[in-house]
């Protein structure tokens, strides 16, 4: 028993060509007089320059055999009698496998799963068992995986190949180049991409001394501000559009199609992110009075005030818990001295905020993204105070910890070994132990009241980070949502394929069956495969046994850093 592929639109008597390894695939049937001019006339189409990158990656085409149509047919779909000149003959059962000749400018293809090693999945047992015992074809010396590769290839480019030969048959010449010159000619923004990139290298490699403080100002900047990382990355954006879809090596369809992708969805992100910006600056625009009362009400009321109030009221014994009364109010004067300090500095920028508001107004202009940026800034900048306070209680806490654990080795004649990074036995002289019992009391009396105003601002600087985790999760969001790929799941799932299997019909007498290779769509978890990916990086950084240890250690909490997101959407 053999096993043929053969075209879905191919019902028409003559020679059929295509490849006999690794297995018999039909490309299509020549309507010649003798099999001497149909394989004269793939000869010269082989020979031809254009059609040497398909060779490489299909194998030479070839004469397979004489197929006749039979008119009596039980199935809607073709089934030949072929008398093959190759690995087979008409006395043996032959098994067709139809397939779909994809155009190549329709960018429909096929592929292989993951492994690259499964070529489909049988439905039915019978014909399992026939291509597991279908010894028709030569055994390639090649891995499983190429060898499918090959098989797949051979089903993209068999479209091509008649197209070819049809051009060839009425003496015309067509480059592979130019075949797909819808995907594969030079953008209309060509120069305009020139000239940017042209700027941005002369810029670069300029020795002039206000570019050069330009940019080292733009890349240390970027490391601290959102706003500058997202005009860069809106940079990149650009230039990436501007630079169109590129010629891809060897006509590679998974290539091309990616790159097609990947220049709608990004020209989709941005007209959307262009709209939804839009949106929000009329809105920022009609209620501007309501949001300055919003940000006086957060910056000022909630981040000041209620902050001193909280501190009054710690400096009180709260809840009947008697703090450290020097102590205590040390903390709450300093505390307060920052906070006023702040305030003082606030209330000189208040003025400035409806200018502010104009500019995050502008930002929006240009994307919603642009105004999700300028928000973190302002966070950043406008919750410094809560910043500066966090760090200096957990700066006495965290020494506090330390200085416990020292004088723990001290009471347990222990010592902690830097060199071997462990804790050996050693004896410590009356003066040690009782310089330790002293420093011991302090902790003891002293620690209650360092641990309540610690406690304090690690919460709130929590709750800042979680804000600004979910801006900046949000902004990911925007940024590298692919959108156009979704779309084009739905609309032709054939475009972006995710595997191979088999489909089996019923013929019309229902005596047989039709088998058809189809196409699984792209799997949801590849699609959104940076998105686990950004997923898995931000609940490990922000998972809150992390969060619950780092404040209970001392240890700094800080957002995650911004390139450690790009690293996972470019």
């Known amino acids: 028993m053999s096993s043929i592929f053969w075209p879905c639109d191919v019902a028409r008597s003559g020679f059929c060509y295509g ?33 040497q990158a398909l060779i490489e990656i299909c194998g030479a085409p070839r004469v397979l055999g004489r197929c006749v149509l039979s008119p009596f047919a039980r199935s809607s779909y073709p089934q030949p009698d072929v008398d093959m000149f190759c690995g087979s003959s008409r006395a043996h059962s032959t098994t067709y496998i139809y397939y779909h000749r994809h155009d190549v400018n329709s ?3 096929y592929a292989l799963d993951s492994d690259g090693t499964r070529l489909f999945e049988l439905q039915d047992e ?18 499983a995986s190429n060898t499918w590769q090959i098989l797949v290839n051979q089903w993209n480019f068999a479209k091509f190949l008649e197209q070819f030969i049809e051009h060839e048959q009425r003496g015309q010449t067509i480059n592979i180049q130019e075949h797909s010159a819808r995907f594969k000619e030079r953008s209309k923004f060509t120069a305009i991409y020139e000239k940017f990139h042209c700027t941005i290298d002369a810029i670069e490699s300029s020795t002039n001394l206000f570019w050069r403080v330009t940019s080292f100002v733009f890349v240390y900047s970027r490391e601290f501000s959102i706003t500058v990382q997202q005009t860069e990355s809106r ?5 990436r559009l501007l630079r169109g879809v590129q010629p891809v090596p060897n006509g590679d369809m998974r290539l091309k199609s990616s790159q097609y992708i990947e220049f709608y969805n990004t020209l989709w992100i941005i007209l959307n992110d262009l709209i939804i910006g839009i949106a929000l600056r009329q809105i920022l625009r009609q209620d501007r009075q309501a949001f300055l009362h919003l940000f006086k009400l957060v910056f000022e009321d909630k981040a000041v005030h209620e902050i001193r109030q909280i501190l009054l009221w710690l400096d009180s014994w709260p809840a009947g818990l008697k703090l450290n009364t020097e102590l205590s109010r040390f903390y709450s ?34 994307g919603v993204t642009m105004a999700l940026a300028m928000v973190c ?42 060199l071997r990074n462990r804790t050996d036995p050693w004896d410590y002289d009356v003066d040690q132990l009782l310089l330790g019992t002293i420093l011991f009391t302090l902790i003891a009396y002293l620690f209650p009241t360092v641990l309540v105003y610690y406690i304090l601002f690690a919460t709130m600087r929590v709750s800042i980070i979680l ?49 058809f290779v189809e196409s699984h769509p792209l799997p949801f978890a590849v699609t959104f495969s940076q998105y686990v990916e950004l997923w898995k990086r931000l609940a490990k950084h922000y998972h809150p046994f992390r969060l619950v240890w780092y404040v209970v250690s001392g240890r700094v909490l800080d957002t995650i850093p911004r390139t450690y997101v790009h690293s996972t959407t470019r």
Request: include cysteine; glycine fraction near 6%.
């Open 333 to 366: 004067h300093s505390f307060m001295g920052l906070i006023a300090l702040w305030n003082r500095g606030f209330r000189t920028v208040i003025p400035l905020i409806p200018m502010l508001l104009g500019a995050l107004e502008l930002g929006s202009a240009f």
């Open 126 to 143: 019978v014909l399992r068992w026939s291509l597991k015992h279908d010894f028709s074809h030569t055994t390639s010396l090649r891995s």
């Open 467 to 515: 804000v600004y985790a979910s801006l900046e999760t949000a902004l990911a969001f925007m940024n590298y949502f692919p959108l156009f790929a979704l779309m084009l799941r739905v609309k032709d799932p054939q475009r972006s394929p995710g595997g191979i299997y088999t489909r089996v019909e019923p013929t019309n007498g229902g005596n047989g069956v039709d088998v």
């Open 235 to 239: 940079a990149r954006k650009l230039r």
């Open 377 to 418: 800034d302002i966070v950043c900048v406008f919750m410094a105070h809560v910043q500066l306070c966090y760090l200096v209680s957990v700066t006495v806490y965290g020494h506090l910890l330390r200085l416990t654990a020292s004088l723990w080795n001290l009471f347990r004649g222990r010592r902690h070994n830097v």
């Open 107 to 109: 960018l429909r293809f």
């Open 19 to 51: 490849w006999d390894h690794p297995t018999l695939c039909v490309a299509g049937v020549l309507e010649a007089e003798e099999d001497s001019h149909a394989e004269a006339l793939l000869q010269r189409v082989a020979r031809s320059a254009e059609t």
